[in-house]
Nanobody, 127 residues
Framework: QVQLVESGGGLVQAGGSLRLSCAAS????????MGWFRQSPGKERQFVAA????????YYADSVKGRFTISRDTAKTTVYLQMNSLKPEDTAVYYC????????????????????WGQGTQVTVSS
């Protein structure tokens, strides 16, 4: 079992920045690809960004490409989402997720592929 805890959310004005963190604990001996998703009220959970176990490969939703950056630390226990040039439409609860994988270079963008989820952190962007 893996526990994921997100932090770093908050209220920011449009054009501002936030950095989300996701700390993993528990069964961290396996290889995990990681992802960030978000969900707004009344909408389905939406893919934001993904990173491979190796950390070398990343993938972004078109809506955040060029503004958000996903990364992970060398210990592979924390994943970050640097969010710049935030827009009101980025307002959502942001979730991190982990997927057990045997492929160090693979990333995943479907929520159904992930094995573990955090509890979420609220990001609100005011106009």
């Amino acid at each position: 079992q893996v526990q994921l805890v997100e932090s770093g959310g908050g209220l920011v004005q449009a054009g501002g920045s936030l950095r989300l963190s996701c700390a993993a604990s528990g069964r961290t001996g396996s290889n995990y690809a990681m992802g960030w998703f978000r969900q707004s009220p009344g909408k389905e959970r939406q893919f934001v960004a993904a990173i491979s176990w190796s950390g070398y490969n990343t993938y972004y939703a078109d809506s955040v490409k060029g503004r958000f950056t996903i990364s992970r630390d060398t210990a592979k226990t924390t994943v970050y989402l640097q969010m710049n040039s935030l827009k009101p439409e980025d307002t959502a609860v942001y979730y991190c997720a982990a997927k057990i994988t045997y492929y160090s270079g693979s990333y995943y963008y479907r929520s159904t592929e992930y094995d573990y989820w955090g509890q979420g952190t609220q990001v609100t962007v005011s106009s």
